[in-house]
């Protein structure tokens, strides 16, 4: 996509019908993930008023989504929210479509009277570091996981 073919970002609330499409891009983020199980998930998230999901459409295609999760902290008096995926279809980044999704979130959080966003990405995903970075978002620490065992009864 080309500067002149470029054409407006939409950003509107995700339905349970782009299953397939967040599946997909879920995949080029780097989880595994059916559009069955998408299903799945949306059932739980969209109707939660902790969660947002927002998809980018291009010439009417959905070629992005971001979603963010409100919660309260033991650190903070107030609520705070966290960007818990932000991904673009790998033929639309470059193309100011993660900034306008970005930006989308933060509009709808500060709407909301939340003024403390944070994320985790990635330690290999450099390229998002300097996006994010771009953004005016400042490294504040590192994250570290674990794989629990299910419990035996």
């Known amino acids: 996509m080309t500067d002149r073919e470029r054409t407006a970002v939409v950003i509107r609330p995700a339905e349970f019908s782009d ?3 967040l599946a997909s891009l879920m995949n080029q983020l780097g989880y595994e993930t059916r559009a069955a199980e998408m ?3 949306l059932q739980a998230i969209l109707p939660d008023s902790r969660y947002r999901t927002l998809v980018a459409v291009v010439d009417g295609r959905v070629c ?3 979603g963010t999760f409100c919660h309260l902290s033991y650190e903070h008096n107030d609520p705070s929210a966290r960007i818990v995926a932000l991904v673009v279809d790998e033929h639309s980044r470059r193309h100011r479509v993660g ?4 930006k989308a979130a933060e ?3 500060a709407e909301r009277n939340l003024t403390r966003l944070s994320l985790n990405t990635r330690l290999t995903r450099e390229d998002a570091h300097a996006f994010y970075e771009r953004l005016g978002y400042e490294k504040t620490g590192y994250r570290f996981g ?3 065992a ?3 009864d």
């Not at 900034?99 to 970005?102: I, K, N, W």
């Open 99 to 102: 900034r306008a999704l970005v």
């Open 39 to 41: 299903e799945m998930r």
């Open 64 to 66: 992005g989504m971001i």
């Open 150 to 152: 299910a419990q035996a």
């Open 146 to 148: 674990k794989t629990l």
């Open 107 to 109: 509009t709808d959080l």
């Open 19 to 21: 299953a397939a499409i």
